[in-house]
């Protein structure tokens, strides 16, 4: 009764990811348990992402924009996307689409409840919640375990991004709907990465958010008393109400998350190693990596693909935070290079690691090189120690 073909520990954007595309495959036969300690009935994050091709929730995004804006001290773009776009998608309505897909089907069952123990038992996994335990040929993991990410090894960089968001809503018309403000960096660094973002959802109704990529957090009221100074001084609005906030963290670092955690058990999602180290952007990975796992199943009837992640791209996102490590205040001369010097669908497919070599010279040769120079050093004597 509790014997499942597949497992799905965590029911957010990897497990509902999973279970989404597995419900749309050959294997919509197999019994499916997804379990989460959470009703997901809340709008608890947003996810956005850019990409030149469609995707399976392109039906459920909330706001689409074809231009971005970057700011900084003494430069200003603003880049028409072109064959991009820049797409949001509300955790809500995410959760609501992935959920009423999968309860039509009824080999597929949910159970709201807490995961308290894995393993693997004569070539099976046990997995004990704290009212039943259940048994399955294959168990997807995506809780985020601290207990197996040990990412302060000396080869290894790590950085917390975070960000803390309102939502506001003004009584004038103040934001222009046509772009996003992917960086301003016209704030005080203190030598870390620090930047806003603004999403604007309509004339009056914007997503306001103040992000850090550093060692630590800070109060929260440094972030507000952040972003009350941006809505003033930055976009001069004094009069709106915060209708919602949004506050996260994800890890940036270049530690090589487990993906086999059993012969039986896989790790999905940010605990899978799917944040991009340097961005954190992890939402269109998710969605690669579901599909790349269900191929595999189909096809070989287990999940373990053989990840084709370009090594160069491993090597810049070292780099890069390596220089966030040592510098984070350079960011912001490096990232206003990149943005002055190159076309902005180049960045957009570089951070999509979709350029080739002759591209990612051109990518190179764009930025202050004695950062970058100082961080391949670094690299190479960190690895040559541990040797
Ligand atoms: C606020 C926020 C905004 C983000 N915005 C973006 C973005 O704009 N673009 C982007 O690409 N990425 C973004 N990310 C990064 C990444 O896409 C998200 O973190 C994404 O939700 C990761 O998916 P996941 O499945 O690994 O984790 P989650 O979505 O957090 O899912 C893990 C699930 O496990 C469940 N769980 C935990 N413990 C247990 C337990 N003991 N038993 C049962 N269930 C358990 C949780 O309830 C949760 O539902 C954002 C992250 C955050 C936190």
Same mark, same amino acid.
């Given at each position: ?20 595309q ?8 197999k ?8 009703k997901?009935?809340?709008n608890?994050?947003?996810w ?9 929730f392109d ?16 430069f ?10 820049y ?10 689409? &992935?959920?009423?897909e999968?309860? #039509? +089907?009824?080999?597929?069952? %949910?159970? !709201?409840?807490?995961? *308290? ?8 996994v046990s ?8 048994t399955?040929?294959?168990?997807f993991?995506s ?7 040990f ?18 809503e ?13 960086f301003?960096?016209r ?15 309509s ?8 992000t850090l990529?550093s060692?630590?957090?800070i &109060?929260q009221?440094?972030?507000? #008393? +952040?972003?009350?100074?941006? %809505?003033? !001084?930055?976009?001069k *609005?004094?009069?709106?109400?915060i209708?919602e906030?949004e ?10 998350f ?5 012969d ?7 605990g ?11 939402f269109?990975?998710?969605?690669q990596d ?23 791209f ?6 890069i ?6 510098k984070?205040e ?6 206003t ?11 957009l497919?570089?951070?999509n690691?979709?350029?080739n ?5 051109l990518?190179?040769s ?22």
């Amino acid at each position: 009764m509790n014997h499942f073909d597949y497992i799905i520990i965590g029911g957010g954007c990897a497990g509902l990811s999973l279970a989404y595309q597995l419900n749309k495959s050959t294997l919509k036969n197999k019994k499916v348990l997804i379990i989460d300690k959470e009703k997901k009935n809340k709008n608890d994050r947003t996810w956005c992402f850019w990409t030149d091709e469609s995707t399976a929730f392109d039906h459920i995004v909330y706001r689409s924009w074809k231009t971005i804006e970057f700011l900084s001290d003494d430069f200003t773009l603003h880049a028409p996307l072109k064959n991009f776009t820049y797409k949001m998608i509300r955790g809500i309505d995410f959760y609501q689409e &992935a959920l009423s897909e999968i309860s #039509q +089907n009824t080999n597929f069952q %949910l159970v !709201n409840d807490d995961v *308290i123990e894995l393993k693997e038992v004569n070539g099976k996994v046990s997995i004990k919640t704290h009212n039943q335990t259940y048994t399955a040929d294959w168990a997807f993991e995506s809780r985020f375990d601290n207990s197996r990410f040990f990412p302060e090894m000396p080869q290894n960089h790590y950085l917390t991004q975070h960000f803390k968001g309102w939502i506001v809503e003004t009584q004038a018309n103040v934001f222009d709907t046509n772009k996003i403000r992917m960086f301003d960096f016209r704030t005080e660094q203190k030598q870390e990465v620090r930047f806003f973002y603004v999403l604007p959802f309509s004339d009056k109704e914007a997503l306001v958010e103040y992000t850090l990529f550093s060692k630590h957090l800070i &109060a929260q009221e440094e972030y507000d #008393q +952040n972003l009350k100074e941006y %809505l003033s !001084n930055h976009l001069k *609005i004094s009069n709106y109400h915060i209708k919602e906030v949004e506050f996260g963290t994800i890890p940036m670092t270049d530690y090589k998350f487990q993906r086999k955690l059993g012969d039986r058990i896989m790790s999905i999602g940010v605990g899978g190693g799917r944040a991009k180290p340097s961005t954190g952007y992890a939402f269109l990975r998710i969605q690669q990596d579901s599909s790349k796992i269900v191929k595999s199943l189909e096809q070989k009837g287990q999940p373990f693909y053989k990840e084709d992640t370009g090594k160069q791209f491993e090597i810049y996102d070292a780099m890069i935070l390596n220089i966030m490590n040592r510098k984070g205040e350079s960011i912001k001369e490096i990232f206003t290079a990149l943005f002055k010097n190159n076309p902005i669908e180049r960045i957009l497919l570089f951070l999509n690691e979709k350029t080739n070599f002759f591209s990612d010279i051109l990518i190179m040769s764009s930025v202050p090189p004695l950062p970058f120079l100082k961080s391949i050093r670094n690299i190479f004597l960190s690895r040559s120690l541990i040797k």
